[in-house]
């Protein structure tokens, strides 16, 4: 018994990063991926399983052996002139994820609370993100967040209570499905970059870090070279592993039950927060009020994973920033510690906020943000995959031919299906 209480207690970054990648934005582009093509893209929840534990991995790896993060190990790598653009690429695409994540959790609050307007509650959420994350300790705030994260476990209840043929299910989850037209292309690259996510190569790497130094390895992030003993690695591979486990579990669950759901019933373009809450009707289709109890379970899955990945995007953002200028960094810092660092991720989160001025459909937003992911996340692959192949920094920690071989096939599959996207996007405007 003690020995798995000491298991689950050691498992942290790994779990927190796959908890954060099910954000709003993740859930609206499962969703929209159930209700526009069926059950055809769940293969994809099996294949990326592989590819983003070996990316994640390697940048757990990362933080871990030198210490410091990812944009410190680039530093040293490269150069200043490559950390700016890779950071200004992060900062651009993290911030419309901010943005279109508030946005989401205010149009959520209204399926509720009709009465709130979205930028009230838009308002609302900005200042308790900000200040949740300078006055609360990151790790006691992501214990309370983990509850309403829970209400995703709403998409596996209502597969099992919708069922579906078994045969299908088993050939659309192992034998790929893939149409060359301009929205299968657009969701095969919003599918990757709302799974493979630049925000979380920063933040895995900056975590593992922020480890070392709670556990008086290294004194600050970047300040030195912890000694990382196997036991310390095989742990935080299999944090990582779990995490992603997790993450690509919620999202199959969710396509399916979109596709079971919506899809079969015709609706194949989920254009509103309630379009997407219909998913979950069967949960509760016995119940009085169903359609608003299915509303309220969406909402808090989406506020739920919106607060728990918000704090992650914005402090992706300023791990970055802190590596490239040199800051003192680091969430377990009080606020007077690493003003920089904090100041770095009120604005990055109030510019968010400020998106919200922008009339726009939140789940087609959503989607694109995954897309903007998907672009921004191919340059930072080549970046991290040179990084974790460098014996100067990580030592006998670099990579082995298995993580070699799918990091540079996740490379490659994430350059081609980006290139594909813009063919067909300049071929429709000819």
């Not at 509850?147 to 209840?157: E, H, K, M, N, Q």
């Not at 506020?303 to 402090?315: D, E, F, K, Y």
Request: with cysteine.
């Amino acid at each position: 018994m003690n020995k798995i209480r000491r298991f689950f207690k050691s498992l942290g970054p790994g779990v927190i990063t796959g908890a954060s990648d099910d954000d709003p934005s993740g859930i609206a582009t499962y969703s929209q991926a159930g209700a526009q093509f069926g059950f055809g893209p769940l293969w994809l929840a099996p294949f990326q399983y592989p590819l983003m534990n070996a990316i994640q991995e390697m940048c757990a790896r990362i933080g871990l052996v030198t210490g410091g993060g990812l944009g410190n190990a680039i530093k040293k790598q490269f150069s200043n002139k490559t950390i700016l653009p890779i950071t200004a690429l992060l900062l651009i695409a993290n911030t419309i994820n901010i943005g279109v994540d508030i946005t989401a959790m205010g149009a959520a609050t209204r399926l509720i609370f009709p009465q709130i307007p979205v930028f009230i509650a838009a308002i609302c959420f900005t200042v308790f993100v900000v200040v949740a994350e300078i006055f609360i300790p990151y790790k006691k705030y992501v214990k309370i967040l983990k509850f309403l994260t829970f209400s995703l476990l709403a998409y596996v209840v209502t597969a099992v209570i919708v069922g579906g043929n078994l045969e299908q299910l088993l050939v659309s989850t192992f034998v790929p499905h893939i149409e060359l037209n301009p929205a299968f292309a657009m969701m095969f690259v919003a599918l990757f970059g709302t799974t493979i996510s630049p925000y979380l190569f920063f933040w895995q790497a900056s975590e593992e870090a922020e480890e070392d130094v709670a556990k008086n390895k290294i004194q600050d992030i970047g300040s030195g070279i912890p000694k990382i003993t196997k036991s310390e690695l095989n742990t935080m591979r299999m944090d990582v592993k779990i995490g992603m486990a997790f993450s690509q579990l919620v999202m199959w669950f969710i396509i399916f039950t979109c596709a079971q759901t919506l899809y079969q019933n015709g609706i194949t373009n989920i254009a509103t927060a309630d379009d997407a809450a219909k998913a979950l009707e069967p949960l509760v289709q016995s119940f009085p009020y169903s359609g608003q109890i299915s509303k309220i379970i969406f909402a808090l899955g989406i506020i739920g994973t919106g607060l728990l990945a918000i704090p992650v995007l914005a402090g992706s953002s300023a791990y970055a920033l802190a590596d490239g200028f040199g800051w003192r960094q680091g969430l377990s810092k009080k606020f007077r510690q690493a003003k920089a660092f904090y100041l770095s991720i009120i604005i990055s989160t109030v510019i968010g906020l400020l998106i919200n001025l922008v009339e726009t459909n939140p789940i087609t937003a959503l989607v694109y943000a995954a897309i903007i992911n998907g672009i921004v996340a191919v340059p930072m692959l080549f970046v991290i995959l040179k990084i974790a192949n460098n014996k100067q920094l990580l030592h006998d920690n670099t990579n082995n031919k298995t993580s070699n071989v799918l990091g540079w096939f996740t490379f490659c599959l994430m350059l081609a299906s980006v290139c594909v996207m813009f063919t067909f996007f300049i071929l429709s405007r000819l």
